[in-house]
């Protein structure tokens, strides 16, 4: 949705959030500086292991590191030069995946690499005009998921069961609200948990959703949030850490409101709490349990 990515500082609170929500207290990383060998920009990352991780970005750009980030190398998917890799899914140091978004339908792809990069195989090459595949996520190296942008009432997501073949599920997915779309925020529209679980998170329209499948992609659910949605808004972001326990971020990305870059952390507990939001025009963190989604106590 929109060639726009979610701003740094709301990635990186949602990456220490994941990290820590389960902590009585938030520990700050220790930062070190490493060369991409790379001058473009880096937009999603996908760590594998301790010691492998990949990532890309602008320009048709990957990186990978198989020795825990001390040394990088960089390369260039051939066809892709013009297209951001939005997402990139990292399976082993050998075995890798793609997404790109561009200016043309054809240009949201998703490539594999089985040889660490040396070459590329394109599996899937978008056809319909209107779709945006924001992001893709994976239950094991060979079954995954991608999400795009409503297209006429139906999101046109599509599913691998293999690691080699793309096909739609668009008949599996909850009727779209006018407009409603996601965003790509690095790839992490989408998560997945365990053999089956999925949850995507959508704005854009009358109401800021998460869309939730426990059997693989055959079926789905969708359920409000209550964050702010409107063409620049909704929820931009979402993870789970068991089947039951997520969070999900968003707000409103719109650069005229003098809140767009304000968030605040809401830290997941036992209870369910009823208080009501006002969600409007800022970006807010919140924390479900089985499909509802209630504020909690903010920690700023």
Known sequence: MLKRSL?????????????????????????????????????????????????????????????????WRSGVVPGAEALQFRDV??????????????????DFRIYKTTDGGATWTMQFQNQLVGAFYDCFAFWTPTRGISHSDSVNGVFPDIRTRNGHTW???????????????????????????????????????????????????????AYDTPL???????????????????????GDLDPADPNNAYCYLQRWRTHMDTRQSNASNRSDFWFGLRGWWTPQSSRR
């Open 167 to 221: 096909n739609s599920i668009s008949a599996n997915m909850p009727p779209a609200l006018p407009g409603e779309a996601s965003f790509a925020a690095s790839g992490t529209c989408v998560a997945t948990e365990g053999e089956r679980n999925a949850w995507i998170a959508t704005g854009g329209s009358t109401a800021a959703r998460i869309l939730a499948t426990t059997d693989g992609g055959n079926t789905w659910n």
């Open 228 to 250: 702010v949605s409107n063409p620049s808004a909704g929820a931009f972001t979402v993870a789970f850490r068991d089947a039951r326990h997520g969070i999900v971020g968003g």
């Open 7 to 71: 701003p740094v500082l709301l990635i990186a609170l949602f990456a220490l959030a994941t990290l820590t929500f389960a902590d009585d207290h938030v520990r700050q990383p220790k930062l070190a500086p490493q060369n991409s060998n790379t001058t473009q920009g880096l937009i999603a990352v996908s760590p594998v292991n301790e010691r492998v991780v990949w990532a890309s970005g602008r320009a048709g750009t990957f990186v990978v590191t198989t020795d825990g980030g001390r040394h």
């Open 89 to 106: 899914e990292g399976v082993s140091d050998r075995v890798a995946y793609l997404q790109s978004i561009g200016d043309n339908p054809t």
